[in-house]
Nanobody
Framework: QVQLVESGGGLAQAGGSLRLSCAAS????????MGWFRQAPGKEREFVAG?????????VYADSMKGRFTIYRDNTKNTAYLQMNSLKPEDTAVYYC??????????????????WGQGTQVTVSS
């Protein structure tokens, strides 16, 4: 059974940092794209960042995350990470780990994601 388990969410102050982790199990994910989406209350789920499989290209970020967020993966641990710096109150959302989906430019559609984690809450106070 495939599982994606997120950790690392919580409360941060504006300007602070958090690191999210996504541990995958049930199969190897080294050959597929992994990434993160988020969903704020009353809003649609949106793409945050994605990282292709080895040799598949560079990480991709939504415009509002560029320069603040960094996505990386450790295929030996079947784990993806999202380092979030310079956090803003508008970053408050539930963050979902995603695996096996297509990147299109600097975005991706949540409807194309094959595997989802359960989500982890990130709250940024002003």
């Amino acid at each position: 059974q495939v599982q994606l388990v997120e950790s690392g969410g919580g409360l941060a102050q504006a300007g602070g940092s958090l690191r999210l982790s996504c541990a995958a199990s049930g199969r190897t994910f080294s050959t597929v794209t992994m990434g993160w989406f988020r969903q704020a209350p009353g809003k649609e789920r949106e793409f945050v960042a994605g990282i292709p499989w080895i040799g598949g290209g560079s990480p991709v970020y939504a415009d509002s995350m560029k320069g603040r967020f960094t996505i990386y993966r450790d295929n030996t641990k079947n784990t993806a990470y999202l380092q979030m710096n310079s956090l803003k109150p508008e970053d408050t959302a539930v963050y979902y780990c995603a695996a096996e989906f297509a990147l299109r430019g600097n975005s991706a559609s949540p409807t194309g994601v094959k595997y989802w984690g359960q989500g982890t809450q990130v709250t940024v106070s002003s």
